[in-house]
């Protein structure tokens, strides 16, 4: 008696006949082939997952940072460095853009992490040969600055008395 049964090959699923005897008979081979494929399909969509994630993150500065170098080195990434890169995604993007430019100094868990790590001085070298070092942040500090930067320095957009300067 023959029935209709799913074969799994490298190029995906095809339907094939098979008779209950062959089935049987490939259904230890058919069990590891279907083990690696799932295994191969979460993992497929692990990386498409970390990658959106790494492009899209509504960040301009950490689309390009992080983006760039998870294109670049996702697909060789085995799945427990994934795992650590998703830890490393799931942080907010204002502190991970300071943490990454070195504004802040980064938790002590995330400075363990082999993604961050890897992460961290990919930024350091992108910073060191594309940013001139005024132009950078000082070690500690925020790169942003406020409207209101005159008033810290003493300096006044104004006359001397208070009153707009005559144009």
């Given at each position: 008696?023959?029935?209709?049964?799913?074969r799994?090959?490298?190029?995906?699923?095809?339907?094939?006949?098979?008779?209950?005897?062959?089935?049987?008979?490939?259904?230890?081979t058919?069990?590891?082939?279907?083990?690696?494929?799932?295994?191969e399909v979460?993992?497929?969509?692990?990386?498409?997952?970390?990658?959106?994630?790494?492009?899209?993150?509504?960040?301009?500065?950490?689309?390009?940072?992080?983006?760039?170098?998870?294109?670049?080195h996702?697909?060789?990434?085995?799945?427990?460095?994934?795992?650590?890169?998703?830890?490393?995604?799931?942080?907010?993007?204002?502190?991970?853009?300071?943490?990454?430019?070195?504004?802040?100094?980064?938790?002590?868990?995330?400075?363990?992490?082999?993604?961050?790590?890897a992460?961290?001085?990919?930024?350091?070298?992108?910073?060191?040969?594309?940013?001139?070092?005024?132009?950078?942040?000082?070690?500690?500090?925020?790169?942003?600055?406020?409207?209101?930067?005159?008033?810290?320095?003493?300096?006044?957009?104004?006359?001397?008395?208070?009153?707009?300067?005559?144009?």
């Amino acid at each position: 008696m023959l029935r209709k049964c799913v074969r799994l090959n490298y190029s995906g699923l095809s339907w094939g006949s098979c008779s209950s005897l062959q089935a049987s008979r490939w259904s230890t081979t058919d069990t590891a082939a279907a083990a690696t494929a799932d295994e191969e399909v979460e993992r497929k969509k692990l990386v498409n997952k970390l990658l959106y994630r790494s492009k899209q993150r509504g960040f301009l500065e950490l689309d390009l940072l992080v983006g760039l170098w998870a294109e670049q080195h996702i697909p060789q990434m085995d799945t427990g460095m994934l795992q650590q890169f998703s830890v490393v995604l799931k942080q907010e993007n204002p502190d991970l853009f300071k943490w990454l430019t070195g504004q802040q100094q980064a938790p002590q868990e995330l400075q363990q992490n082999p993604a961050y790590q890897a992460l961290s001085k990919h930024v350091a070298e992108q910073l060191a040969a594309n940013s001139p070092q005024e132009a950078q942040a000082a070690a500690g500090k925020e790169w942003v600055r406020g409207w209101d930067d005159y008033n810290k320095s003493g300096s006044s957009p104004a006359g001397q008395d208070g009153k707009p300067a005559a144009a």
